[in-house]
């Protein structure tokens, strides 16, 4: 009956062991993969080392752009290369600030009218009657230009704008 804990005691930590050897399973891998070549076989590798170059994300603050009309303002900040919008902001100021959203469209270049419209709401200033609208995408990519302007709930009618900045893409 020892004999039989013994074996698989052995067995279970056989396992165990093997990981703890990765030279030697290094060295093993070497070979059987020159043996294949040489057999005429294709072989693959898997490397999961980062490959220096373009970076995995482009980031969509490059650049920015504002402008300001009629007491409204708009900011973008955007990536020309790619098209991607990092931040978009409206402000309002000097208005009646109840029941109202920013609505942002997207425009890109071969498509008739917006190519994505979306509603935000905002934060009220008390001290200077103003409302700012702050909204981070980074999700747009391709976008020629963005249009915000402000807009009444639940109809909603605009209220001020739009104002629209081009990102060169």
Not at 63 to 83: A, E, F, L, W
Request: net charge positive; with cysteine.
């Amino acid at each position: 009956m020892k004999k039989v804990r013994y074996a698989i005691g052995a067995l279970g930590a056989a396992p165990a062991v093997a990981l703890m050897m990765p030279a030697a399973n290094a060295a093993n891998a070497a070979n059987a993969t020159a043996g294949a070549a040489h057999a005429g076989k294709t072989v693959k590798f898997v490397s999961l080392a980062h490959v220096k170059g373009a970076p995995l994300a482009t980031s969509c603050d490059v650049d920015h752009t504002h402008n300001s009309s009629s007491g409204m303002r708009g900011y973008i900040s955007y990536d020309p290369v790619s098209g991607c919008i990092g931040f978009v902001e409206g402000h309002r100021y000097n208005s009646d600030h109840v029941s109202r959203q920013m609505r942002v469209r997207f425009y890109r270049s071969g498509t008739v009218g917006p190519a994505s419209t979306y509603y935000r709401n905002g934060v009220i200033h008390s001290g200077n009657d103003s409302i700012t609208y702050k909204w981070s995408p980074n999700v747009a990519v391709g976008v020629t230009m963005v249009c915000e302007a402000i807009v009444s709930d639940p109809f909603h009618g605009v209220v001020a704008g739009p104002l629209c900045q081009t990102t060169g893409f």
